[in-house]
Each structure stands twice: as C-alpha cells, then as structure tokens.
C-alpha cells in the first residue's frame, strides 16, 4: 500500500544499527579493567556509550531497549561481541548488529500496533519531524529512508541524524507501552483509507502521488521530492484523523 509500510520498521533501525557499529569500529580495541577483560559484553556497551556521547538520538534507542527489553538488549550486544571476537571485518559486525535488531523490531510489531495512542502519536511526529529534515538535507536521502535504503555514509546534518536515533527510540518505547497496556483494535477498513485518502486529496496530494500511496502505481514515477512529499502529507492527513482512526493508521502503517 504505502511506502511508508514496505520498508520495515528493521529496515530503518538497521541503518541506525549501521551507523552505530561503524562509528565503533573505527576506534574499536579491546581494553580496559579487570571487569570489561572478563566481560566483553560489558565492554562493548561500554565503547559503544562512548562513541555516542555525542548522539544522544543513538544513545536514546539503546537506552530504550536496555530499559524495555533487557533481555533483546544483551542479545544485540553479544551477537555484535560475538562477531568481533571472532576478528570479523565490520561489515560482518554491521551485519550482525542490524540482523539481530531486525528479529528485534519485527518480533514487537503487534506491539506496537496495540500501544496507546500517545506513544503512537510520539512515533507520528518523530517520523514527521525525521522526514522533513532529511528533506532539507537532500529529498534524496528522505526517499532512500523511506525504502530503507539509507546508508551510512549519506552526510546527514546532526539534526538528522539525532531524529534517526530518537525515532527509533520512540519506536521501542511504544512497543513497551503496547506490550504493558495492549489496546484492543481492529483492523483498517476501505472507509478509514478512504477518508485518509480524501484528507490527502484536501491537503494538495496529485493524483499520481495518491495512487503510488493507496494503489498499485509505482513509486518510480515519482521524483525523490515528491515521494518524501508524499509521506508528510499522509503523515499530517493521519494526525487530523480521529483518535480511533489515527491509532489504527499510525499502528499498522507505521509498524511494518
């Protein structure tokens, strides 16, 4: 349906992933006390609050998930430990960092769909905000996102990149609400799409660009800037639904 939902929510916490291990890699030895030399877990997470002392965005989603989901938390940090004790070039550590986050992201998708509504609309506006920065970057970049083929590499302004790292906190955060205080919902009707679809139309989408979004209409046919238009339009028509409607499409549509 929309692009927003074909790139996984792991697809776009990968390159966090991503982004995180290769910034560790470039300082990466195995040192330290007696405590980080019997414990290369715990000297992992060690460098790791190192190299994003000064990204508190990155920072923020581990923090979450340390918080949250202990237990997913020391399994990220082994699978990454394990790789680098193994002499693994980074590549294989970037791997296995965004694949364990990946299995991560994916085993809370009902979560997340079943948070509250405020932890939704925390997401919504995280994304919004994520997506209209990286539109000023380069439109390029917002429409790489959007596929989750952000990489690493791209020179993101700071702004950016701390938005890629407290999105993907918000996200674990709603996935934590959602599991302590499930809400029971249904599933999205052809009326509520429509509705959005409609509000979308109201707010100045094309034609071409509700097609590509509630169609089958390929989103190639759509420039860069149009495509990262697309999604902060659909963005805003969710946030003017109703509150049982703006759950169900912030749930779903943001889940995937």
Not at 189 to 206: F, H, N, Q, R, V
């Amino acid at each position: 349906m929309s692009y927003l939902s074909e790139a996984s929510g792991s697809q776009k916490v990968g390159f966090f992933i991503a982004v995180v291990i290769a910034g560790l890699m470039a300082r990466f030895f195995w040192a330290g006390g007696i405590e980080e030399y019997f414990n290369p877990s715990k000297q992992v997470e060690n460098q790791i609050v190192e190299v994003l002392e000064a990204r508190p965005g990155d920072l923020a989603v581990l923090r979450a998930m340390e918080q949250s989901f202990p237990l997913q938390y020391d399994e990220l940090l082994e699978a990454m430990t394990d790789a680098g004790m193994q002499n693994a070039p980074p590549e294989m550590v970037i791997e296995a960092g965004s694949r364990q986050l990946g299995q991560f992201m994916a085993s809370h998708r009902n979560d997340f769909a079943a948070a509250p509504l405020p932890s939704l609309d925390a997401v919504a506006g995280k994304e919004r905000e994520l997506l209209a920065s990286l539109q000023r970057d380069e439109p390029v970049y917002c429409a790489d996102y959007l596929f989750g083929t952000l990489i690493p590499s791209d020179p993101l302004s700071q702004e950016s990149s701390r938005l890629i790292g407290e999105t993907a906190a918000a996200r674990v955060q709603a996935m934590a609400a959602g599991r302590a205080d499930q809400q029971l919902r249904l599933d999205i009707t052809p009326a509520i799409l429509d509705g959005l679809a409609d509000t979308m139309k109201d707010e100045g989408a094309s034609a071409q660009q509700l097609a590509v979004i509630f169609g089958d209409a390929d989103s190639a046919t759509l420039s860069a800037e149009q495509q990262c238009d697309s999604a902060l339009r659909m963005l805003s028509s969710i946030e003017s639904q109703t509150d049982t409607r703006r759950a169900l499409l912030i749930g779903k549509m943001l889940a995937r």
